[in-house]
């Protein structure tokens, strides 16, 4: 069992910067890989970003690639997202979750574990 409580959400201007954690409960964490989703006001929830257990590989969905990036400290049991050049289209519920594979997925139902989620809010 993994419990993940999500945070640093808030409200920034386009062109700001956010950086969400997610901490994790457990001695097993070093064992998931960790996946980031958003869900925008009446849309269906959507990759953003995942990384390996390892934390060698990760990879992201197109609208992000290059101005977010995954990380993980194994150590602080803590997954993050580090979010620049922020859109208003970035506007969304983020969620983390973890997957019992090695390399994780871009499928949200292929995610075991998920955090309540956290807010991100970009105005124009």
């Known amino acids: 069992q993994v419990e993940l409580v999500e945070s640093g959400g808030g409200l920034v201007q386009a062109g700001g910067s956010l950086r969400l954690s997610c901490a994790a409960s457990?001695?097993?964490?070093?064992?998931?890989?960790m996946g980031w989703f958003r869900q925008p006001p009446g849309k269906e929830r959507e990759f953003v970003a995942a990384?390996?257990?390892?934390?060698?590989?990760?990879y992201y969905a197109d609208s992000v690639k290059g101005r977010f990036t995954i990380s993980r400290d194994n150590a602080k049991n803590t997954v993050y997202l580090q979010m620049n050049s922020l859109k208003p289209e970035d506007t969304a519920a983020y969620y983390c979750?973890?997957?019992?594979?090695?390399?994780?997925?871009?499928?949200?139902?292929?995610?075991?574990?998920w955090g309540q989620g956290t807010q991100v809010t970009v105005s124009s």
């Open positions: 990384i390996s257990w390892s934390g060698g590989n990760d």
């Open positions: 457990g001695r097993t964490f070093g064992s998931y890989a």
């Open positions: 979750a973890a997957d019992h594979s090695a390399y994780g997925s871009s499928w949200w139902d292929e995610y075991d574990y």
